[in-house]
């Protein structure tokens, strides 16, 4: 017998295991007041249909094995946003759009990356179902920065991106054949110059507009003489407008790891003292049975990172109630919002039972 579990695999234990069901309900409280509704799909389903719900989206990051029940191959979600596309397009397709759902639940990876060692992942988000415009997208980011302020997340920022800038330019003012339209992209998202100016020097100057917002989307525009990104880059500002003073802005045109079926917009979410990204966001293409295609926003947040990183409130206030005091008492400290811990033996110690107040002589005392 072992006690390991694999790689990947972690047990959650107090008091993380608690800060995490209170940074979802947090989050999804917020996302409640302004309308989103939530939605629990189901852990695993058919491959076939989650590969092919998303336009650009793929599989392949799902956990796969044949149902011993349907002889059919099932993927464990590794990501709720197509789940929730497809109830949109299903069950709720007769719904009046947009449609507002949200979610939490455990999301499985085939691999770990190098920011998340972690395979299991909680995930919580909120998915705009009908609309990609920039009222919409004000909207997503709100409610993700009141969700994240909801749970006592702060130093928010937020790092823009155009997921789909690369083949936008490339079939308008700066031509490039399909087949280099992958490799370039990747090499733009590496910040790889060299690459880049082997096989479309004109795109070099996108590496160079990264950085804080406004400064960046300066360079974007002065980059832009055509105007093919035109609406996009107003949307951005508009974006931005909305967020300035509350939360850090930079924007990253060619970053294209993590947005691989967001089309006009992404975003990544940081907050101060967590090292990697703990959420991300975008516009993206809902796949209909008929073959039409709706317009979705949405994004999704990551507790782990956030609990791990000591942000989630993981305070422990308890009261240790002795074998003698009164339950009727420790009943009325209950009502006013105490945890108590009852003594159950004699020997019971306040320590023993990581409490921070005793109860003596009707009230709470501090250790
Ligand atoms: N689910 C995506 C983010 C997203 C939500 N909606 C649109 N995009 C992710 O975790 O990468």
Redesign the pocket.
Known sequence: MTSLLPQGFRDRLPPFADAAARLEQAVLGAAFLHGYERADPALAEFEAGLASRLKAARAQDAVRFVDPVSQKSLAIRP???AQIGRIAATRMGHHPRPVRLSYAGPVLRLRASQLSPERELL?M?C?LIGLDTVAAAREIVGVAVEALEAAGVGDISIDFTLPDLVPTLASGPLPLGADKIALLSDRLDAKDAGGVAEIAPEYLPLIEAAGPFFEAHDRLCQFDVGGALRSRLDGLWALAEGLKGRVALTLDPTERH?FEF?SWLGFSIFAGGVRGEIG???S?TILHEDGSEEAA????LYADAIVAAGLADIERRRLFVPLDADPALAAKMRGEGWVTVAALEAGDTPEAQLCTHVLAEGEARAL
């Not at 926003?297 to 999704?300: D, H, I, N, Q």
Request: glycine share 32%; proline share 0%.
């Open positions: 990501d709720m946003t995930q988000g998915e993590g967001q991300r966001g975008g993206y926003t949405g994004f999704s």
